[in-house]
């Protein structure tokens, strides 16, 4: 008996060892301040619409514990075998995406994103983003000798067709986050300087071409130009960009408390919650507890790039690339967008906007980043 407990105990440690603690821990700090600023962003609203206010408490709760078991079950997964599935993967996720666009997609606010799953709602394009790490992945693995121009077309191609189908939802918020994977694991991957220029030019191209053919809307135009000239745009554009700096701004240094702050509890910035729920950190938090929030992703970061560069295969390595571009990018895009430099794009902020497919989504990234650490450890 004692033989036997002294093994599991070996096991335990063994194991331990093996799993990247801050990581997960980080992680989890994240999600439960995101549960936290979800509900004192939605109580008040909804205490005064007569509704029940843990509403959004209890289902972010849900999707977190749905997450959780997600990261687990992804972190066990060798990841290894995603190179397998790869193919699958992509062509389930077209196949996702192009039935998301058919009447059996469900269709609000403009966007027909979602599919409805009684009370909950799945957002394909929220796992569009893992799908396309894996296919980037996969494709560079398996050219050792190195990356040359048809490489380049060919995954170009095979980026655009997801990013297209996302932009007819629309979300280009999404298609952007997909743009920058691609650039990023193409880097990192050992494209040429050269090529990945010719790419960005052909990128710039693309839109200058896409906006004079009348291919984005006039409305999303202005949301991703108003930033750049506040004072042009319209007021319906700006109104959110403008309550979210001020709720920031009256944060001051060390917040006005939780649970208090005008902005939040009158419920000025309108779907805080989601995409705006930087600034309710701020307003209530202030610069203090802003800037913790900016460190635990940046402790998120290093640990990212740390199993990146202990995994011991190239697809390990840009699996964890292409996570870290996930990542880092939403981060920098919300904040930015929330403080008003850099445009409204609509992608949530990981970890603590509202919504469970993106919950999701962010902690099976975890999960993949995990699986590399453990079969990456001595």
């Known amino acids: 008996m004692t033989y036997t407990t002294d093994t599991l105990a070996t096991r335990s440690r063994h194991v331990t060892a093996r799993i990247d603690p801050i990581l997960l821990i980080t992680t989890g700090i994240l999600a439960l301040t995101g549960i936290v600023m979800i509900y004192s962003a939605t109580k008040g609203k909804l205490a005064l619409a007569g509704e029940d206010p843990r509403y959004y408490l209890k289902r972010q709760l849900t999707f977190f514990v749905i997450a959780l078991v997600v990261l687990v079950i992804v972190s066990l997964f060798d990841y290894r075998r995603w190179e397998q599935l790869a193919t699958i993967l992509y062509v389930g996720i077209l196949l996702a995406l192009l039935a998301v666009l058919s009447p059996i997609g469900s269709h609000a606010l403009g966007s027909q994103r979602w599919f409805s799953l009684g009370p909950l709602q799945l957002q394909p394009s929220e796992f569009a983003t893992l799908v396309l790490i894996i296919a980037i992945a996969t494709y560079c693995a398996r050219r050792p000798e190195g990356l040359e121009f048809r490489d380049l077309v060919r995954m170009v191609l095979m980026a655009a067709v997801p990013i297209l189908l996302i932009i007819k939802q629309p979300d280009l918020g999404t298609a952007i986050v997909c743009s920058i994977i691609l650039l990023v694991m193409l880097a990192v991957a050992g494209m040429p300087g050269r090529y990945l220029v010719l790419l960005v030019v052909g990128a710039i191209v693309l839109v200058v071409v896409a906006l004079n053919l009348g291919l984005v809307k006039h409305y999303q135009i202005q949301r991703l130009t108003s930033f750049i000239s506040p004072n042009s745009a319209s007021q319906d554009v700006t109104y959110n960009v403008n309550e979210a700096k001020t709720a920031i701004a009256h944060g001051g240094i060390f917040g006005q408390g939780l649970f208090k702050g005008a902005q939040t509890n009158l419920a000025y910035v309108p779907e805080q919650q989601t995409d705006f729920i930087f600034s309710a950190v701020g307003e209530q938090l202030g610069f203090v507890g802003a800037g913790v929030l900016l460190l635990l992703y940046g402790i998120l970061a ?11 295969d190239a697809f390990g390595r840009l699996l964890c690339s292409g996570v870290f571009a996930l990542l880092m990018f939403s981060v920098f895009e919300n904040v930015g967008m929330n403080m008003g430099i850099m445009p409204v794009a609509g992608i949530p902020l990981p970890f603590l906007s509202y919504g469970g497919s993106a919950m999701i989504g962010f902690m ?15």
């Open 364 to 378: 099976a990234a975890i999960g993949i980043v995990t699986s590399v650490h453990y079969r990456s450890s001595r």
């Open 302 to 312: 290093w640990r990212i790039l740390r199993t990146a560069q202990m995994a011991k």
